[in-house]
Structure formats: structure tokens, C-alpha cells
């Protein structure tokens, strides 16, 4: 069984940056996909950025050029730099992942979540 753990959110103010951290542990197969996606209150969930081991990535529009998605695959570890924030990313953030090598899912293994504040 794949355990997917989620770390880094806080309460920030409009400008700042966080970093979130992803890592994914037990489970047969490697981690071929790793994903975040967020959630905010009274919304849908949405994709925000994803990134494969071979090096492939996505980031949705809303936060291109802010955010930055990376990945230690000898850790199995994937993050997420989260710069220039706004109030609008405030969100629970999931992380998700995946054997299969894609970038916009199904992903199979989810985190709890952590959630993530921008105050105006």
C-alpha cells in the first residue's frame, strides 16, 4: 500500500511564498507520477500541477509562472513551490499519485491534505 503525505502549508500573506512537500512511500511499484491538486471551500477540486518521473509537466494556467513543480525520484519525493501568492490560492492542497506515467490522472494514491492560507 502506497502512503502519500502531504507537508508544508500555513497561513501566508498576499505575496509570499510556501513550499509544499509530497513524499509517497511503501507500495511494490515505483511512483511514475505525482500530482497536486487543490480544493477550495464551497469549490471543485482542481489540478494545479503535476510532473512525471521521465521529466514530463503541467501546470495549470491560473498558476503559471508562480508556482513550480519539481521531484527527487530517488526520494520519491515531489514539491511545490508556491511563490507570489494570492488570496485565491487558498485552498486544501492534495497530494496524488500514480504508477502510471500520466499528468492529468486518474491517480490512484491520494494524501490527507494540507491546507494552505493567503491572507489579503
Known amino acids: 500500500q502506497v502512503h502519500v503525505v502531504e507537508s508544508g502549508g500555513g497561513l501566508v500573506q498576499a505575496g509570499g511564498s510556501l513550499r509544499l512537500s509530497c513524499a509517497a512511500s511503501g507500495g511494490r511499484f515505483a511512483i511514475n507520477s505525482v500530482a497536486w491538486y487543490r480544493q477550495a471551500p464551497g469549490k471543485q477540486r482542481e489540478l494545479v500541477a503535476a510532473i512525471t518521473s521521465g521529466g514530463r509537466w503541467h501546470l495549470a494556467d491560473a498558476v503559471k509562472g508562480r508556482f513550480d513543480i519539481s521531484r527527487n525520484n530517488a526520494l520519491n519525493t515531489a514539491y511545490l513551490q508556491m511563490n507570489s501568492l494570492r488570496p485565491e490560492d487558498t485552498a486544501t492542497y492534495y497530494c496524488?499519485?500514480?504508477?502510471?506515467?500520466?499528468?492529468?490522472?486518474?491517480?490512484?494514491?491520494w494524501g490527507q491534505g494540507t491546507q494552505v492560507i493567503v491572507s489579503s
Open positions: 496524488a499519485a500514480d504508477t502510471a506515467y500520466t499528468l492529468d490522472g486518474p491517480y490512484e494514491y
